[in-house]
């Protein structure tokens, strides 16, 4: 049986139960999961809402690492999903999911892709702030 690895960059809304389901694995004792959201506030800065874009590699460069990461860390399944467009506070950015035979695998698995992603993705955002200012965060 083949490792289960895909990725996307979409600006519809995630839906992390849906993504969660599609690694479900027999050979599985543990799924973890991380969705990042947007919080209400960075650096002392309230924040509304923020802006996410993308480069067109985005989704090549996160299936890259996720196919490393299935290697590296020996899970089974895992999904990894961004979102881009204006999110709101509360929205979901992000959903990573990985299946493995043990937790330690799939925590390990999901904290090294969103570390990864995080520095080697080119994913932007634009915070919206309360002011109605505009601040670029994590170029």
Known sequence: MTNHVRTAVVETPLDAAAI?????NPRCGAVVTFCGVVRNHDAGLDVIA???S???????????????VVQDHGVHAIEAWHRVGRLTVGEVAMVVAAA?????QAFAAVQS????????????????????S???SGL
């Open 100 to 104: 493995a035979e043990h937790r330690a």
């Open 54 to 68: 993308a480069h067109p590699s985005a989704g090549p460069i996160m299936k890259d690492i996720a196919d490393r």
């Open 20 to 24: 969660t389901a599609n690694i479900e």
């Open 113 to 132: 892709l969103v570390d990864e992603v995080k520095t080697s993705v080119p994913v932007w955002k634009c915070q919206v702030l309360s002011d109605d």
């Open 50 to 52: 923020i802006d996410y």
């Open 134 to 136: 505009r601040r670029w």
